[in-house]
C-alpha cells in the first residue's frame, strides 16, 4: 500500500511498483491534479492499482486499509513550509497523528515493512556538511517540528513493539508532477509563462536536488534491505546548488531568458531559512546499492519540458504556499 499515492513522489511510486509486478492498494486524499489526477490511467477495470479513498487522521479507515497489505509506503503528509508557519496544528494532526494510525495499523496487521517518509528540512541548518543520518535535529519550523515527530513515532513502533520500520529521509526532490509549492516548478513555471523576472526568495541557501524516479527507487531498494531495519536512511545526491544559480541553470535549460529578483513576501523568518542542505548518501549506497542516476542537468530538462507542456496546471502569476 502506498498513503499519499496521488501526489508527486507517490504517484511515482506506484508506477515503479506496476512496473515491477506489484499489485498496489493506493491510498488517497483525493484531490485532482488537472481533470483526472496522477492515477488516472490505473483507473480501468483490471488495473493492478486498487484506489481506496480515505485520510491519515481516521485510524477506522487506515486500519481497514492496511487489511492484507505486505509492506506500506507511508508518504501521505501535510507539505509546505510557509502554511504551516499559519496553521502548524493541522500539521501536527495530519504527519504526527496520521502517522501513529498508519504504525498502528502496521503493527495490528503484522506487515512485513513499513517504510516511512520524512524529510531532510529535520536538520535544519547544516552544522556540518555533507549531512548523516546522526547529524542533529533542528526543527526550524512547524512543519520540519512535525515531521520530526513523526519520524519518532515511527521509530519508537520498532523499539517498542519490533514492528519493521525503515524512516527514508529524502533531501529536495524534483520532476514532473510536483506542484508549484516547490522552487523549482516555481521558477519553470514563471519562465514559460513568459515572465521577464523571476520572483523568489532567498537566493543563498543551498539544497541538494534528486530526481523523483531515483527517489522512489531509493524507497523500493529500502523496503528490501534488512539492515535499514529500524534505522534512518538519506536519499540525496550528494551535491548541492545555490537557488540563484538553480534558477541560471533552469533559465539555460527552458532556453527562455529572465533576470532573477528577491521578492521579500516569499522570504522566510531570518531563524527558519535552513540555509544549507547536502546530503551523505553513504548509508543508501553501502546497505542498498542505491544511486541516483538522472543527472540535474537531464532531470532539470525534463522537469522544464513537462512543465511547458502542462502549463494549465500552474498559477505562474500567485506565490503558492
Same mark, same amino acid.
Given at each position: 500500500?502506498?498513503?499519499?499515492?496521488?501526489?508527486?513522489? !507517490?504517484?511515482?511510486?506506484?508506477?515503479?511498483?506496476?512496473?515491477?509486478?506489484?499489485?498496489?492498494?493506493?491510498?488517497?486524499?483525493?484531490?485532482?491534479?488537472?481533470?483526472?489526477?496522477?492515477?488516472?490511467?490505473?483507473?480501468?477495470?483490471?488495473?493492478?492499482?486498487?484506489?481506496?479513498?480515505? +485520510?491519515?487522521? +481516521?485510524?477506522?479507515?487506515?486500519?481497514?486499509?492496511?487489511?492484507?497489505?505486505?509492506?506500506?509506503? $507511508?508518504?501521505?503528509?501535510?507539505?509546505?513550509?510557509?502554511?504551516?508557519?499559519?496553521?502548524?496544528?493541522?500539521?501536527?494532526?495530519?504527519?504526527? &497523528?496520521?502517522?501513529?494510525?498508519?504504525?498502528?495499523?502496521?503493527?495490528?496487521?503484522?506487515?512485513?515493512?513499513?517504510? $516511512?517518509?520524512?524529510?531532510?528540512?529535520?536538520?535544519?541548518?547544516?552544522?556540518?556538511?555533507?549531512?548523516?543520518?546522526?547529524?542533529?535535529?533542528?526543527?526550524?519550523?512547524?512543519?520540519?517540528?512535525?515531521?520530526?515527530?513523526?519520524?519518532?513515532?515511527?521509530?519508537?513502533?520498532?523499539?517498542?513493539?519490533?514492528?519493521?520500520?525503515?524512516?527514508?529521509?529524502?533531501?529536495?526532490?524534483?520532476?514532473?508532477?510536483?506542484?508549484?509549492?516547490?522552487?523549482?516548478?516555481?521558477?519553470?513555471?514563471?519562465?514559460?509563462?513568459?515572465?521577464?523576472?523571476?520572483?523568489?526568495?532567498?537566493?543563498?541557501?543551498?539544497? +541538494?536536488?534528486?530526481?523523483?524516479? +531515483?527517489?522512489?527507487?531509493?524507497?523500493?531498494?529500502?523496503?528490501?534491505?534488512?539492515?535499514?531495519?529500524?534505522?534512518?536512511?538519506?536519499?540525496?545526491?550528494?551535491?548541492?546548488?545555490?537557488?540563484?544559480?538553480?534558477?541560471?541553470?533552469?533559465?539555460?535549460?527552458?532556453?527562455?531568458?529572465?533576470?532573477?529578483? &528577491?521578492?521579500?513576501?516569499?522570504?522566510?523568518?531570518?531563524?527558519?531559512?535552513?540555509?544549507?542542505?547536502?546530503?551523505?548518501?553513504?548509508?543508501?549506497?553501502?546497505?542498498?546499492?542505491?544511486?541516483?542516476?538522472?543527472?540535474?542537468?537531464? !532531470?532539470?530538462?525534463?522537469t522544464s519540458e513537462w512543465v511547458?507542456?502542462?502549463?494549465?496546471?500552474?498559477?505562474?502569476?500567485r506565490y503558492q504556499v
Open positions: 500500500m502506498v498513503t499519499g499515492a496521488e501526489g508527486f513522489i !507517490g504517484s511515482t511510486l506506484v508506477d515503479l511498483l506496476v512496473e515491477a509486478g506489484a499489485e498496489v492498494r493506493a491510498f488517497v486524499h483525493y484531490k485532482p491534479y488537472a481533470e483526472k489526477g496522477n492515477l488516472a490511467r490505473y483507473l480501468a477495470p483490471g488495473s493492478p492499482v486498487e484506489m481506496i479513498a480515505g +485520510d491519515v487522521r +481516521d485510524a477506522g479507515r487506515v486500519m481497514d486499509a492496511v487489511a492484507g497489505c505486505d509492506t506500506v509506503f $507511508h508518504l501521505a503528509a501535510l507539505i509546505g513550509i510557509p502554511y504551516s508557519y499559519d496553521s502548524p496544528g493541522a500539521y501536527v494532526q495530519t504527519n504526527v &497523528v496520521g502517522t501513529e494510525n498508519i504504525a498502528e495499523a502496521c503493527r495490528r496487521h503484522g506487515v512485513r515493512r513499513l517504510v $516511512h517518509t520524512s524529510t531532510s528540512e529535520v536538520y535544519g541548518t547544516a552544522r556540518t556538511a555533507p549531512i548523516s543520518e546522526e547529524h542533529p535535529l533542528q526543527p526550524q519550523s512547524p512543519y520540519s517540528a512535525s515531521k520530526i515527530g513523526a519520524d519518532m513515532m515511527a521509530l519508537s513502533h520498532w523499539h517498542a513493539f519490533e514492528l519493521p520500520v525503515t524512516v527514508v529521509r529524502p533531501f529536495n526532490t524534483y520532476g514532473p508532477r510536483q506542484s508549484a509549492r516547490a522552487v523549482i516548478p516555481t521558477i519553470l513555471a514563471q519562465l514559460h509563462s513568459g515572465a521577464r523576472q523571476i520572483k523568489l526568495g532567498s537566493l543563498t541557501p543551498t539544497r +541538494d536536488f534528486t530526481y523523483v524516479t +531515483d527517489t522512489a527507487a531509493g524507497f523500493l531498494a529500502l523496503a528490501d534491505c534488512d539492515r535499514a531495519l529500524g534505522q534512518v536512511v538519506n536519499l540525496g545526491s550528494g551535491r548541492e546548488i545555490a537557488i540563484g544559480a538553480l534558477a541560471e541553470a533552469l533559465i539555460a535549460a527552458s532556453g527562455r531568458s529572465a533576470e532573477v529578483v &528577491v521578492d521579500r513576501t516569499r522570504l522566510r523568518p531570518s531563524g527558519s531559512e535552513v540555509e544549507r542542505l547536502l546530503s551523505d548518501n553513504s548509508r543508501a549506497r553501502q546497505w542498498a546499492s542505491w544511486e541516483p542516476r538522472v543527472s540535474l542537468k537531464e !532531470g532539470l530538462e525534463r511547458a507542456d502542462h502549463l494549465h496546471l500552474f498559477r505562474a502569476e
